[in-house]
């Protein structure tokens, strides 16, 4: 996109008020946040969903297909042979190293080769189903044909588009999903949507929401949901990031990324209609406050910052190559390690702080000693 198109989409005077809103709005808020319960097993971290009894592993594998393989039919698109195979294969393996969340899209022509996937063995024990209605059908019957193709569905959520509140079609297809849950087709059921508002409204409107999926990352992270995570950590519902690499726009900006990744956009926005593309100066400025580390590709951190807000229970990026699974999860090796070494200064601090008595700080800075006891 060149300066000039986004010039003209964006005021150099609303761009420089973006860009100080968004590098004030550090996480005062997030680090409040209580942490989601957690286990490790292998090299993968699971967290529980809410309050449900499903552990979602850190990482999860998104519903987007590979554009280059796409061809389209009366009712979306299919994957072409080799592309198909080539998913197949990439969640084959994303199963073995660990991932268990797998979101499928009906209108990508995705639930007969995922239930061929998970067919034989204990695959589909591995695997936690994650759905969405795609088509303008009754949700009901939705539910009930993935049920008859899965055995059950795992995840079922409902998408929300932008407003102020949630709609009485809305509220006919959550009263479906709360019986559909209660029924044993779901076990958990969720809400996803790109907006703020319509987040708070799902909370206070839908009863029993178990988990959302939203849009998060780096740049999200400084910009907004400052009423809505506080809100959403109250009641102990679950938060799946999606997009955590902008739609695979930061892939663009990274010069250590392969030369033929086809993101879903070529351009970073916040993904509102009031938000618009944002220049490559703002997000470089704000590219500058993820502390890269020298070796770290520009989408490892970026899944690191995901994976290091501990009220986040997954990170949803889509992955169309082997590479990029293996990307994606150097990324979460890299945070186990930070976690680790960060964990032992701070225990290694606070047993500094017992030996001398909590009197080795200045007075203007004994305030820590508190936050390492804790």
Not at 258 to 280: C, G, H, I, M, W
Not at 352 to 359: F, K
Request: hydrophobic letters at 40%; one cysteine or more; glycine letters at 6%.
């Amino acid at each position: 996109m060149s300066d000039n198109i986004t010039n003209s989409m964006c005021p150099r005077s609303s761009r420089r008020a973006f860009l100080a809103a968004a590098l004030a709005a550090r996480h005062s808020y997030a680090d409040t946040l209580p942490k989601v319960r957690e286990f490790r097993r292998g090299g993968m971290v699971y967290r529980q969903l809410g309050q449900t009894d499903i552990n979602v592993s850190l990482l999860s594998f998104g519903s987007h297909t590979d554009p280059r393989f796409k061809k389209k039919v009366e009712n979306g698109n299919v994957l072409q042979e080799e592309g198909q195979t080539r998913r197949d294969r990439l969640i084959a393996r994303a199963l073995d190293r660990g991932v268990n969340l797998i979101d499928t899209y009906e209108n990508e022509g995705q639930w007969n080769p995922l239930a061929k996937v998970l067919q034989g063995g204990n695959q589909r024990q591995r695997a936690l189903v994650s759905l969405c209605r795609q088509f303008p059908q009754f949700v009901g019957e939705n539910i009930d044909n993935a049920a008859r193709l899965f055995g059950h569905v795992d995840l079922y959520r409902i998408y929300l588009g932008e407003g102020k509140s949630v709609d009485a079609k809305a509220l006919s297809d959550w009263d479906v999903l709360r019986k559909a849950k209660q029924a044993g087709k779901v076990r958990a059921i969720g809400i996803s949507t790109h907006d703020e508002g319509m987040m708070l409204s799902a909370l206070k409107e839908l009863e029993g929401i178990d988990y959302f999926m939203f849009p998060y990352n780096f740049i999200h992270a400084r910009a907004d949901y400052a009423e809505f995570l506080p809100e959403a950590a109250r009641r102990g519902v679950g938060l799946i990031a999606i997009k955590p690499l902008a739609a695979g726009s930061i892939v663009k900006m990274d010069p250590k990324a392969k030369q033929n990744t086809s993101p879903e956009r070529d351009f970073v926005q916040l993904y509102q209609a009031k938000y618009r593309p944002l220049l490559p100066s703002v997000v470089a400025d704000l590219t500058k406050s993820l502390e890269q580390l020298p070796e770290e590709t520009l989408c490892q951190a970026a899944l690191r910052f995901v994976y290091s807000r501990p009220f986040m229970t997954a990170a949803m990026p889509g992955m169309f190559e082997a590479e990029t699974l293996e990307d994606n999860l150097a990324g979460l090796n890299r945070h186990l390690e930070l976690s680790r070494a960060e964990r032992n200064v701070l225990e290694a601090a606070a047993k500094v702080a017992q030996a001398t008595n909590q009197r080795w700080l200045p007075k203007h800075y004994q305030w820590l000693d508190q936050r390492w006891q804790g």
